[in-house]
């Protein structure tokens, strides 16, 4: 699957209910690393070509198909979490404590409280 295609499947109901339906099995760190590009794209201060790379990656979180099938035990979303680390590598001068912050609020209500913002 080419990365570009993987933005046309981004929406945002379907990036929740991914993330609600996968939370426990993807893990905190999948988990943390796509709120933070999520919270990232929502902010005006966001420019256009950091959300396009920020929506294709969390489109292709959000594909029911891609390279290493979700529901495989230990490695299922290993080609997600490479894909939101390669998108928060370009665009990380714009994720924000505060992104940061609505990242964290959202996973402890989903995992239970953390120590401190990353």
Request: charge should be neutral; proline fraction near 6%; aromatic fraction near 12%.
């Given at each position: 699957m080419q990365v570009e295609n993987s933005a046309h499947a981004y929406?945002?109901?379907g990036f929740w209910q991914k993330l609600s339906a996968a939370a426990r099995l993807a893990?905190?760190?999948v988990v943390e690393r796509a709120?933070?590009?999520?919270?990232?794209?929502?902010?005006p201060l966001?420019?256009?070509w950091a959300r396009a790379t920020i929506y294709a990656a969390l489109g292709y979180?959000?594909?029911?198909?891609?390279?290493?099938p979700d529901m495989l035990p230990?490695?299922?979303?290993?080609?997600?979490?490479?894909?939101l680390v390669a998108a928060y590598s370009a665009v990380s001068e714009y994720i924000t404590r505060d992104t940061?912050?609505?990242?964290?609020?959202?996973?402890?209500?989903?995992?239970?409280?953390?120590?401190g913002i990353r």
């Amino acid at each position: 699957m080419q990365v570009e295609n993987s933005a046309h499947a981004y929406s945002e109901g379907g990036f929740w209910q991914k993330l609600s339906a996968a939370a426990r099995l993807a893990g905190r760190d999948v988990v943390e690393r796509a709120l933070w590009l999520f919270y990232t794209a929502k902010s005006p201060l966001t420019p256009a070509w950091a959300r396009a790379t920020i929506y294709a990656a969390l489109g292709y979180f959000i594909l029911p198909v891609d390279a290493v099938p979700d529901m495989l035990p230990m490695v299922g979303y290993t080609d997600d979490l490479a894909m939101l680390v390669a998108a928060y590598s370009a665009v990380s001068e714009y994720i924000t404590r505060d992104t940061k912050a609505k990242a964290k609020e959202q996973l402890d209500r989903w995992f239970g409280p953390s120590p401190g913002i990353r």
